[in-house]
Structure formats: structure tokens, C-alpha cells
């Protein structure tokens, strides 16, 4: 049984689509003199969305009106479970980094909501596969990426009330100063201050390779936020619930399934937009993601030795309970899934936020480091998941319901 787990992983773990990523990640380790133009990076991540709410709706409207009460309860059951796993996050952060408590706050975030390039990276390797997975799944992005914001804004507006400074520091922590001002702080002395947020001073030139530039193409040249928000404001909640991934994402989901009601299926009809260049879009995104995620593993080095164990910790742990939770829930319900809604459930789980969870913290946290958690998320969490990760939940589901067979 061993031998045929280590033959499957590796045999996965090696997919053209995985070696797209690898090739990407290679290109600014080895100084190759390439950029990916910014513009057809945009017409990638718009393309997926859409491909991926498209399918997602029209599979939706084909859904027997008997599991509509089932599949709302795996929904609900998918934010709490996002929810509880960004709390837990936090606490985690809290005994293996010596973070400040707002870093550990918006990192809790970013892993208590989800990565959609990671779960279209699992779309690819299930359809490469010919792994079914159950039709609401796109739904489930949306709805899992939401509960990291709750979390942060949580967490956040705690630490303010016991007296944060507007820099972020709690009276405890290195630097505290209740009468300082975020914007009269210069780079040099929030780095004398605290070594964790010493990359302040670099926030436009990284924001300029973050996957944040979906939300804000225009993010490097706009002013640093310099003032705390309130914890929940008008702007806030139009970030939260309507920002520009979400919308595409559930947009794609309603012309879906309008359109299927209405007769017309770019599925079945194989339409050669958004079903067959699906794979190979899929693996131009990758080549920039790989790009990306080895420019983040350099902040890492700001951020010590617990928060690289937890980014490769953290996935593992939340997908493996991920597994369990959909096992557990099919066990209860009776509802049958798909193996590759486990998979992607897990991935749902494990992965961290690149886009929506950032450009909260931006409008709502702006005391918080703004690299150090995404060189976690896509430095190290996304990397793992792309690469080891999805091959290795898959068999772990195949483990888990041949060892747990439901009834």
C-alpha cells in the first residue's frame, strides 16, 4: 500500500501543469531577464474566474431540487469551517513566532479565507485526472474566501481596544508609543522599532509583483494608507463583499446558471473558449504565479524561522481536517461526494488568501506588515499546495475512504 501512495504522488506531482510552476519559479532564482506582462496576467485571472464561475452555475442549475437542503448545509458548513480555522491560525502563530500581535492577527486572516489560483490549479489536475468533483464546489470559493476578513477585522478591532498603538504595537511589544502618528513614522525608525515591519519603507515596489494588483491596478501609485479605519465602514464591506474577484467569481456562477435554465451549455457544447483553453490558460497563470511566489520567499527572511514552519505546517493540518470534515459530514447526511470535492474541500481549507483578505488589510489594518503574510501565503503556502500539496490530498482521500468506508 505504501509503494502504490509513493507511485501515485510522484506520478502526480509531476503533471506538465505542475511544471509550468516549477519553470516560473525558476525564472528569477536563475535572473532569467523576463517579465510577465501585467496585462495578460489580468486577462488570465479575469478568464479563470469567469471559466470556473461559468461551470460552476451551469452545473448548479442541473442539481436535483431533493440535495438543495444538503448542499446549503456542506455551504454553511464550509464558512464556519474557514471561520474556526482562522482562529486556530491565530493561536498557532501565537506559540510558534515572536510576530507582533496585529502580524499574527492578519496572517490568521489570510489563511482563514482561500486561494482561487489554488483551487483552479486543482481544477487542472483533477480534469488532467478525470477526477469528478461535485457542481456547487466554485460556490464554495466564493463563500470560503469570505470568513479570513471576518476573522482579521475580529481579532484587529480586540487589539485596539486593549490599547494598540497607531503603529500597531501593543503595550508589551518593542516600540510602543500610544502618541504616535503612522504617518510622521519613517521607514528607518519603524525598522529600529520592530524587525517585523522594517519593509515598509519597500511596500510600492512590492505591491507592484503582488497578485493585490487585481483589486488595484493602480495600488503602486496611489499614497499609503496612514490612518487606522474603523472596524466596519461602507468601503469596508464593498471590499469584502464586492470586490472585483468575489464579483467576477459570482457573476460567472449566475450567467451559468441562467444560462443552462435557459437551454444554452458552453459545457456540453465543448465551447473551445472556456472549456477547451481552460488547460492552457491555466498553465500561462502558473508560470507567473511560479514567478511571484519566488519573489515573496525573500521576506521571509524578516519574518524567522516559526512562520516558515508554519506555512508549510498550516496546510497540511487544516486540508488533512478538511478531508475528515467532509467524510464526517457525508457520514452524517448521507449525501454522496465526489472524490474531488474532498480534494478540493482540503484545498479550500489549506490554502491561504493572495487578493481579497490583502485589500482589506489595506483599507482596515493598514498598522499590519503588508509582505510579510503574503510571503507566507504565496511564498511558501501557495508553492507547497501547487506542488506537494494537491497530489498528496488526493491520496490522502483515497486513504481515508478506503480506510473509512461510508455506510
Not at 480534469?127 to 463563500?143: G, H, N
Request: aromatic letters at 10%; one cysteine or more; proline letters at 5%.
Amino acid at each position: 500500500m505504501l509503494f502504490e501512495f509513493w507511485h501515485n504522488f510522484t506520478h502526480n506531482l509531476f503533471k506538465p501543469l505542475l511544471l509550468f510552476f516549477y519553470m516560473g519559479f525558476l525564472i528569477p532564482l536563475l535572473k532569467v531577464q523576463f517579465e510577465f506582462p501585467y496585462v495578460l496576467y489580468q486577462g488570465l485571472t479575469l478568464y479563470l474566474l469567469l471559466a470556473i464561475g461559468w461551470r460552476g452555475g451551469e452545473e448548479l442549475a442541473s442539481i436535483d431540487a431533493s440535495s438543495i437542503g444538503g448542499v446549503l448545509g456542506f455551504i454553511v458548513l464550509g464558512f464556519f469551517t474557514n471561520l474556526t480555522i482562522g482562529f486556530i491560525a491565530y493561536g498557532m502563530l501565537s506559540r510558534m513566532t515572536g510576530m507582533r500581535r496585529i502580524d499574527r492577527a492578519t496572517v490568521a486572516g489570510y489563511y482563514g479565507s482561500d486561494s482561487a489560483g489554488t483551487f483552479a490549479t486543482c481544477l487542472g489536475v483533477l480534469a488532467a485526472l478525470d477526477i469528478a468533483f461535485d457542481a456547487y464546489m466554485p460556490v464554495m470559493l466564493a463563500i470560503m474566501e469570505i470568513p479570513g476578513c471576518i476573522v482579521a477585522l475580529l481579532l484587529v478591532a480586540r487589539l485596539r481596544e486593549r490599547g494598540m498603538d497607531p503603529l500597531g504595537n501593543m503595550p508589551d511589544e518593542p516600540g510602543y508609543n500610544p502618541k504616535a502618528r503612522l504617518e510622521l513614522v519613517t521607514a528607518a525608525q519603524l525598522s529600529a522599532q520592530h524587525p517585523q515591519t522594517r519593509r515598509q519603507a519597500e511596500i510600492e515596489d512590492e505591491l507592484e509583483i503582488s497578485l493585490e494588483k487585481l483589486e488595484h491596478p493602480d495600488a503602486a501609485a496611489a499614497e499609503p494608507v496612514v490612518t487606522a479605519a474603523a472596524p466596519v465602514s461602507v468601503p469596508l464591506l464593498r471590499e469584502v463583499l464586492l470586490n472585483p474577484g468575489l464579483y467576477l467569481l459570482f457573476g460567472g456562477v449566475i450567467i451559468g446558471f441562467v444560462g443552462r435554465l435557459q437551454g444554452a451549455s458552453v459545457i456540453e457544447d465543448g465551447d473551445h473558449v472556456f472549456v477547451t483553453a481552460f488547460q492552457g490558460m491555466l498553465c500561462l497563470f502558473l508560470l507567473e504565479m511560479g514567478m511571484t511566489a519566488s519573489r515573496k520567499l525573500k521576506d521571509l527572511r524578516t519574518a524567522g524561522r516559526g512562520l516558515i514552519a508554519f506555512g508549510l505546517l498550516a496546510p497540511n493540518v487544516f486540508a488533512t481536517a478538511g478531508i475528515f470534515i467532509v467524510h464526517t459530514y457525508s457520514q452524517v447526511t448521507g449525501i454522496h461526494f465526489e472524490t474531488g470535492s474532498y480534494v478540493l474541500f482540503a484545498v479550500l481549507c489549506g490554502a491561504a488568501s493572495y487578493i481579497a483578505v490583502p485589500a482589506v488589510q489595506r483599507i482596515a489594518i493598514p498598522e499590519a506588515s503588508p509582505t510579510v503574510p503574503l510571503a507566507s501565503s504565496l511564498g511558501l503556502t501557495f508553492s507547497y499546495n501547487v506542488t506537494i500539496g494537491i497530489p498528496l490530498y488526493l491520496q490522502i482521500t483515497h486513504a481515508v475512504n478506503s480506510w473509512l468506508p461510508l455506510s
